[in-house]
């Protein structure tokens, strides 16, 4: 089958790989109809190099319909319409009884001291291989595929393998106060569908990016917005449309691949020219973060405000500002999305034929896979237009 595979640090290719065959009683093997790109993707393509192995397939949002079925996959049916959380769960094991998905005790990769598995997400992640492909096994298919009603177009509950579950995770996180402001900073997929969604809960919400086709769209469904480029200290601009206070919350959606700190970008460059082994030590030792929108998040949050980290970051002794974070008595949430946590509040939002968050519009691209080389490079650029990406294998 075809399928995007990673072959270095802005290297992808469409390749012919072996087809998927089920390996365990869980397994099912689902034929991929939609697969999105995803900014945790670009993580990938530029700073996560040195955990990615030669050939990895990429991807993790899919849909499709079951091609496939192990002998021990529960109710799952050939023919089934399904879409995937992008991490691997059981369903049953301590964790997944909290809700708490991405820390599945069943797939923890504990040799990397990660939650756990993902699809195409690196040696981090086990390398289980990604959904940017014809098709795709799915581990745990007793549990994990979410079956979507015939019908509406795949963009209507694609985005329920990561986009929407994240975004709204993101939200809930905010913790904002009844008649509070949101400031979201970072207008990728994830921070528009973040405004998306707290402008539908009544919420007043500022969002702020450079691109100006981004700021442009969240502008259009009634946020203020801020350009980036266009004032000094995003932290002052926030004050002044909110009393001098600060936002009562603010969602990082940006994370570690942030515009904004040209020293940061440097040293980036220069490791990753390191030799590959070398750069993976001092990785995951040291990190070598872009951190610009996690310290505008704590500038502009008000006193006692929260701040809800969505963005991923990597490395572990990043220089954070505790000092600041203690003494401005913040409360930080963050982590990967636990997608079937929210499954059951955002499906009818999805049902509804209003389409109220405006999910079938909301891919930009929609492209071959043979077109992925320059999809993730338009992608990672903010060219012609990018923000949403869908392969459509
Ligand atoms: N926690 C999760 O479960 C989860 C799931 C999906 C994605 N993510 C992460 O969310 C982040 C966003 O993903 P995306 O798909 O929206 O990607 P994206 O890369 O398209 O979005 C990032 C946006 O931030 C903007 N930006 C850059 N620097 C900024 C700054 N200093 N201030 C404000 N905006 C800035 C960029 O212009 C871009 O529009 C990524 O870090 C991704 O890995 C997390
Ligand atoms: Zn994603
Ligand atoms: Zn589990």
Known sequence: MKAVTWHGRRDVRVEDVP???????????????????????????????????????????????????????????????????????????????????????????REQGSGAALFGFSKLYGEVPGAQAEFLRVPQAQFMPI??????????????????????????????PEGGTLLVLGLGPI????????????????????????????????????????????GEEVRSLTQGRGADSVIDAVGMEAHGS???????????????RLSAAIMGRVGLDRMSAIYTAIDAVRRGGTVSLI????????PMP????????????????????????????LVDDADPLGTELFATHQVPLSEAPEAYENFQKKLDGTVKVVFKP
């Open 262 to 276: 040209p020293v940061a970008e440097v040293g980036q460059r220069v490791f990753n020219a390191l030799p590959k």
């Open 191 to 234: 921070g528009e569908m973040a405004t998306r969604i707290a402008l539908h809960q009544g919420f007043r919400v500022i969002s702020v990016d450079r691109v100006p086709e981004r700021l442009a769209r969240a502008k259009a469904r009634g946020a203020e917005v801020i350009d980036l480029d266009a004032v000094d200290d995003v």
């Open 19 to 109: 087809d998927p065959t089920i390996q365990e009683p869980t397994d099912a093997i689902v034929r991929i109809t939609s697969s999105g790109l995803c900014g945790s993707d670009l993580h990938l393509y530029e700073t996560l190099g040195p955990f990615m192995g030669e050939g990895d397939v990429l991807g993790h949002e899919p849909m499709g319909i079951v091609e496939e079925v192990g002998s021990a996959t529960g109710d799952l049916k050939v023919g089934d319409r399904v879409v995937m959380p992008f991490q691997i769960c059981c369903g049953s094991c301590w964790m997944c009884d909290r809700g708490l998905y991405t820390q599945c005790e069943t797939t923890q990769v």
């Open 147 to 176: 079956k979507v009603p015939e019908g509406p177009a795949d963009e209507r509950f694609l985005f329920l393998s990561d986009v929407l579950p994240t975004a709204w995770q993101s939200v809930v996180y905010a913790d904002v």
């Open 311 to 318: 963005g991923v970051y990597g490395g572990e002794t990043d």
């Open 322 to 349: 505790m000092m600041t974070m203690f003494d401005k008595q913040l409360q930080f949430r963050m982590g990967q999305a636990n997608v079937k946590r929210w499954v059951d509040d955002i499906m009818p939002l």
